[in-house]
């Protein structure tokens, strides 16, 4: 069974930084594909940031320039560097891996998410 595991959330005030990380383990752990989603209260869960294995990129409008995608396929991590951030920032941030391409993929795994509270 393979697990995903987010770290990294917490709250921080408007303009600073956050580095969430998320370490996947289990047989078969390998996604071509990794991902962070985030949901805010209320409202549907929408998508962040994709990585595929090659390292191409893919972001949500609301964070491109500000936030950071990684990867590293040796240790199976996956990260989001957050800069600059907004109180609309705020959610539950999931990491996930899948199939496909950072232009569409299907979502295989999901962890368990972690809470990032943005402060005015």
């Known amino acids: 069974?393979?697990?995903l595991v987010e770290s990294g959330g917490g709250l921080v005030q408007a303009g600073?930084?956050?580095r969430l990380s998320c370490a996947v383990s289990g047989r078969d752990s390998s996604f071509n594909v990794m991902g962070?989603?985030?949901q805010a209260p209320?409202?549907?869960r929408e998508r962040v940031a994709y990585i595929g294995s090659g390292g191409s990129t893919n972001y949500a409008d609301s964070v491109k320039g500000r936030f950071t995608i990684s990867r590293d396929n040796a240790k199976n991590t996956v990260y989001l560097q957050m800069n600059s951030l907004k109180p609309e920032d705020t959610g539950v941030y999931y990491c996930n891996g899948?199939?496909?391409s950072t232009s569409y993929y299907i979502i295989d795994s999901w962890g368990q998410g972690t809470q990032v509270t943005v402060s005015s």
């Open 36 to 38: 962070w989603h985030r």
């Open 16 to 18: 600073g930084s956050l």
């Open 1 to 3: 069974q393979v697990q």
């Open 98 to 100: 899948g199939r496909g």
């Open 42 to 44: 209320g409202k549907q």
